[in-house]
């Protein structure tokens, strides 16, 4: 028995020696070989949602061919037409609506003081921990107390709710980027207070708000669980269509979901590659960087 | 050069500006000329920049009146007065070119495409910058910034040109410079300059007249050369780098004036230019460079010299500074020339300083 304590001791040490040499030397030999293995953990689930969307069987357990066949099928199903344009009102809509009364308010807590604003500027953030099933039942209640019918309207008042939180983040982060006597320099040569918005703060605003319009937009368009609270059966928005599916077991649906995952993250990595494009842009450079210089 | 009646560009009738409590400007009353290049000069936090925001709008006075050529303008919003800022921080704006920058107010004004043109091309020859139209502000350097600010303001031909600190982000030589080029581009415009700074080598060099404020007061108003060599009050003198000061009681014997120090020193003053109440004490101001410093056992003592004590001595670069104990109370600061026999004074050594009795100036009390 003596014996046998320090051999398992030495054996564990020797495996975590080895396995700590083997990633030192990748990340000497290779820090991107390592970063990539961490990138592998994170993604290999949605590469393997992704390999299979083009099984030829509709299973996730093994490879049978190449095939297109669950895309035909998807863009057939008649409901998932409906889906994308529910979908996409109600994340248009909101995003839209939550993009203005979020600047809106990111410039009062900003620029003015007012009684309560502190108070007023935490309550603003609870959405954000606020656990998804508790905003989704509590509006559900609310929604029900009030006598509004579930559907696309209260979809997207569920949304502007959740979204708010994060344009004034995000719009906020960019105020205090901002040189505000731009604005006195503009009202100086002669622009009264409605030309100096439209010339000078919303230019300046713009790649905030944008950016902020830009990370709203997935985060309503794939909210399942608070819609799912929200929504009225003839109603399904993308993520509860999935849900639908995979619940319903239609024949073929492990394949067509695969595949309308697929486009899904293909459309959601598009988004912020946009946004990244759109404020690279020269005429949206950040000001105040020059400063670093002198 | 004005005719006595003229309208004065700027007036300012019992100004006062309280933030919260205290008064950040206190009842101001100031008449600025046509063509006039004025400055406030103060340390920071004396009201000079409430001031200047005042006249441009960007701040309304609690009270008193505001008069741009004659008009008052107290409830004017900044774009509908005739003045225009140059700010500190410049405040150009980022997202647009320098053209798009100079043209903002004459777009503002409506002009023609052609006119604008014209105007920026002819305000870039004014400020030595062409060819950088299309250029960001972030693409050029401080000194180019400068004049875009300079340039974006004159563009519009503002009866008043407001210029806040504009050269206290350069360095030293390029503010040097661009001192020049104010004074320069000033006198070819011929537009009203107020300028503030609390650099008082700055404002001497530059203005025609100038303000000296103090905790949201008016101290002393005029010529530069006057403020210089006759400062009213402790505050300007050492403001101006009058660093010495004497107080004592003044006596008269025939027919001239001496300040008698409480330790014993009597001073020989200038002959006062009004007449002053001899009663109580007075202060007397002296430049350090206008003292002169010698060996001991230099010429004996001539008129209005003292024997002291050298408690200390550091080199300046271009002067040399020492601290001179005279009859065991007062400290005296003396500026001496690198090459002069000064050179060879030591710590501790006893010294002769004497100075011109006209180079003193005798204060009212604040």
Known sequence: ?294 | MNAPQEVPSVQLIDVTKRFGGAAAVDRVSLSIRKGEFFSFLGPSGCGKTTTLRMIGGLETPDSGNIYINGERVNDLPPYERDVSTVFQRLALFPHLTVAENLAFGLKIQRQSPRVIRDKVAQILELVHLPGLENRYPDQLSGGQQQRVALARSLVLEPAVLLLDEPLSALDRKLRKEMQIELRRIQREVGITFIYVTHDQKEAISMSDRMAIMKDGKLVQVGAPQEIFERPRTAFVADFMGALNLFSGELIEKRGRHYLKTKSGLVIHVPNPQEPLCTNGPQLLALRPEAIEIYPKNQDPPRQNCFVGKVLNRSYLGEALEFEVLLNGIEHVKVYAHGRSMATRIAIDEEVLVRWDPESACLLHEE
């Open chain 1, 1 to 294: 028995m003596n014996t046998t304590v320090p051999t398992a001791t030495a054996r564990r040490r020797s495996i975590e020696q080895g396995l700590s040499t083997l990633l030192r030397g990748l990340g000497r030999v290779s820090p991107p070989g390592l970063l990539g293995l961490i990138y592998l953990f994170i993604y290999a689930p949605l590469l393997i949602l992704m390999l299979f969307s083009f099984n030829a069987q509709g299973n996730l357990a093994w490879w049978e061919g190449f095939s297109l066949r669950w895309y035909e099928e998807l863009l057939s199903y008649e409901p998932l037409w409906k889906s994308l344009k529910i979908s996409l009102i109600v994340t248009g809509v909101s995003v839209l609506i939550s993009t203005v009364i979020g600047t809106l308010t990111a410039y009062a807590l900003y620029r003015w003081r007012f009684w309560g604003k502190h108070l007023f500027e935490s309550v603003l953030y609870l959405p954000m921990y606020i656990p998804e099933v508790v905003l989704g039942i509590s509006l559900l209640v609310f929604f029900i107390f009030w006598k509004i019918p579930r559907g696309i309207l209260t979809m997207i008042l569920a949304h502007v709710a959740f979204t708010i939180p994060l344009v004034v983040l995000v719009v906020l982060a960019r105020m205090q980027r901002i040189d505000w006597t731009l604005e006195e320099a503009a009202m100086d040569l002669g622009a009264d207070e409605l030309t100096t918005l439209r010339r000078v703060t919303l230019p300046l605003l713009f790649p905030g708000i944008m950016a902020a319009a830009f990370l709203a937009f997935p985060w309503s368009f794939n909210d399942f669980v608070i819609t799912y609270f929200v929504t009225s059966p003839g109603n399904a928005p993308l993520p509860v269509l999935t849900y639908n599916l995979i619940l319903g077991r239609k024949s073929g649906g492990m394949g067509m979901i695969n595949a309308l995952g697929t486009l899904m993250t293909v459309a959601t990595l598009l988004m912020p590659l946009l946004a990244v494009l759109l404020l690279r842009a020269r005429r949206f450079s950040l000001p105040g960087r020059r400063r670093s210089q002198s």
